[in-house]
């Protein structure tokens, strides 16, 4: 079968087992966590996709894939259901001899290489499943194109005492990459790696080959292919951006986003005040019902919810309950959850399907403290009148 061309292809690494995560990613792959009260996490780069004009989208899968698998399905949400290209699912295969796991993010991308080559593409977008963002990819894209780039690397600017836990592009004035460090305990520069990646596909591909080939390699983007590609005498530049990027690889992050979403001056924009929209796939579910008994402070309360008691400055996904005289502070509640009346959640993620029963108490935190987050993984029940310390993990 004859493929269009495609002047860019976008490949989604989506196969990380998320273990920092710990229960909330037990039985789902990170990507398909779910954030903002009624979007999950790999709605970022797809949407980024879309309002980017790509239209050809690999995601590579791997740990727990099936919950994610249904999520995308044919794309249609986000527009990825072209017959020209699209949306697909891409796990590791059987192959001739044996099948192989991912070993690596750039082994994921080399055992794709049929699928991409499909597309004949001027270049490929390397993109990570765990980062809440807005990113308009087409200006890095343009960016690459006018520089003759064979690598470009999106960057972003941290602060000197952070960037050791980075990737560090040292960068010439003109945006040229002359080094590159992965974690350095004595950073020249702040210009930290988002782990986003404009690549020519010819250059790519035989760097791939050639990694692949090395016993030694770890088969790895930021340790093997883009040190090669570097010290190979190739051109690499380093993309500025400036917006809002969070990797949520940890709870702490995690909590800190949706945290991010709140107040009279977000730090994240995500329902489109500004910027492009996020694209979710969303069952239908009927309207809020705010009881009078309720009181709402600074808090996102997604569709099909129903309110009786107090939520102040928190995320509520769709489909909770939340009874009479039940406390909700600073916390974020994942879908489904039904919290009985006078139940008390402190400084906690709840996730999906949960059941907190009448007087029980989750997580603290008292002013001044170190804040230490309490999760509660899917589908668990708590019972009535039980005490969850904070920072506790259940």
Known sequence: MQFQKKRCVAMLLAGGQGSRLMVLTENTAKPAVPFGG???IIDFPLSNCVNSKIDTVGILTQYQPLELNEYIGNGQPWGLNSSHGGVQVLPPYAKSKNSEWYKGTANAIYQNIPFIDRYRPDNVLIL??????????????????QNDSDCTIAVRDVPLKEASRFGIMNTRADG???EFEEKPKHPKSTNASMGIYVFKWSVLKKFLEDDEADPKSENDFGKNVIPAILNAGHKLYAYQFEG?????GTISSLWEANMDLL???PQFDIYGKTGNKIYA???????TFVAKSAELHESFISEGCEVYGMVDHSVVSTGCVIGKGAEVTDSVIMPDVVIENGAVIRSAIIAEGCHIKAGARIGDYHEGEERRIAVVGKDKTIAEGEVIEAGAVI
């Open 38 to 40: 009624k979007y999950r």
């Open 128 to 145: 990570s499943g765990d980062h809440i963002y807005k990113m308009d990819y087409a200006k890095m894209i343009r960016f690459h194109e």
């Open 176 to 178: 040229s990459i002359y």
């Open 244 to 248: 809002y990027w969070k990797d949520v």
């Open 263 to 265: 107040g009279k001056h």
């Open 281 to 287: 796939r969303n069952t239908a579910k009927p309207a």
